[in-house]
């Protein structure tokens, strides 16, 4: 099995090279049951500041762009000289215009993958995770009873969301194709192709030239893109990594912003993304430690009509938010002065203390513009000071109480449930921890 996973990575490697592509030499492809592919640095081998570490031509990625490239309703081409359709291969022209440009994307993956050997990107899609092993993949794609585990938790609420929205998308997309598709492209298979572009796609906005940002007939993050070979890098949030395409080459370039050693695994940093979000977007989490941990509650607050604001959502940290260890918390802060708070707001990201302030002082006594690291300090009246403390206790202790009504029957019997118990337990951890530093009163 391991020389057939090598000869496809190879094959992938070729295939980008043959459009004036690379990978660093210094570095290659690992495969493992832990980390699945990864970059490492080869044996003997380092990598300074600056080098690249993937070069990938565009004409290798795969995205809505791709579906309706060179077609006459869209007036788009990605390169006058070359297309990636002959006119049967394109979907119908009602299902082009009607359907949302990311729902496009899923299907035009769909149709590579059915397509098999025959298509342009075969050598990249037989290196992804197939159809038939997606229960392992996303939370959203997980058997029922694994998603039972999360039961109680943000994720939980967040993965019925989005299996009602994917169920909506796909039956209205089906309706706008003839009769001839419905075999071949199933429920199944568009979940495989959501739970691939969520967990390895790359927004537009950071990877295209202005000049094809220019003419994309949508809203440029509408829609997502597949960065073959790019896409192998794991996540660390303390990866320091740079993107750049050169417009006249159209070579997309990862370099890295620090060094590696021979043996060691060379990351991408997919951003400041939380617990939670990684586990629904990637299908993992990041363990605590001591120099780091990524665990959060996110909280929604409703919208301020005055200020046109859609609802805003803000964290809860394991650790104080300006604690070295909570990465994420201290980059979501919105002022730095925040750091420096009443021990009862320490686990709280600002802008929610902030909200709570306004929502209970709106139609008061309190007149002025009060500034952030004032209500953040306690040089507020004190009872506003109590009634946020408690409104925030109320609250935690409700998602707390959530979570152990919820606990599961029985012992987790695979990896997505013992994921998931993990997952909940952080999750406790996190609202205990906040729970004692509201106790901490405002002194």
Known sequence: MANVVTERFDALLRWVENDGGSLNPAIEIFHDEVTRASFRVR????????????????????????????????????????????????????????????????????????????????????????????????????????????????????????????????????????????????????????????????????????????????????????????????????????????????????????????????????????????LLGYGFTLPENDNLHNDYIHIKTKADPDAGDLAATHIVSLRPMAHQSSFVGRSKLLSAESMSCLPCFSHVQDTLIAALYEAITKGGDETGEIDLANIMRGEIPGEVVTKIVDSLGSKLSMDLEEIEVNEPEYEPTNRNQQLAIEHRDQCKKVLENALRSLLAGNG
């Not at 998308?169 to 192709?193: S, V």
């Open 43 to 278: 044996e003997s081998c380092s990598t300074g500041v600056d080098d690249a570490i993937v070069t990938l031509p565009l004409s290798k990625s795969l995205s809505y762009l791709d579906a309706i490239d060179g077609h006459p309703d869209f007036g788009f081409s990605s390169s006058p000289s070359t297309s990636n359709h002959d006119d049967e291969s394109y979907f119908p022209g009602d299902f082009l215009k009607n359907t949302p440009p990311h729902v496009i994307g899923r299907f035009f993956l769909m149709q590579q993958y059915l397509l098999g050997s025959k298509s342009k990107w075969w050598p990249y899609i037989r290196t992804l995770p197939q159809p038939e092993h997606m229960s392992s993949i996303l939370p959203v794609v997980w058997p029922s009873d694994d998603i039972e585990f999360l039961r109680g938790t943000n994720a939980f609420t967040a993965v019925q969301d989005v299996r009602s929205n994917l169920k909506k998308e796909y039956k209205h997309a089906m309706k706008l194709l003839p009769e001839n598709y419905h075999t071949a492209y199933t429920r199944p298979l568009y979940h495989w192709a959501f739970s691939i572009f969520t967990s390895r796609s790359f927004r537009p906005s950071l990877i295209l030239p202005e000049e094809t940002q220019l003419s994309i007939p949508c809203e440029l993050d509408d829609f997502s893109i597949l960065l073959p070979l790019y896409d192998i890098g794991n996540h660390s949030p303390l990866a320091k990594i740079a993107w750049s395409t050169d417009k006249q080459t159209r070579l997309c370039t990862l370099k890295s912003r620090q060094t590696y050693s021979a043996g060691e695994q060379v990351f991408n940093n997919y951003g400041m993304k939380t617990n939670v979000e990684l």
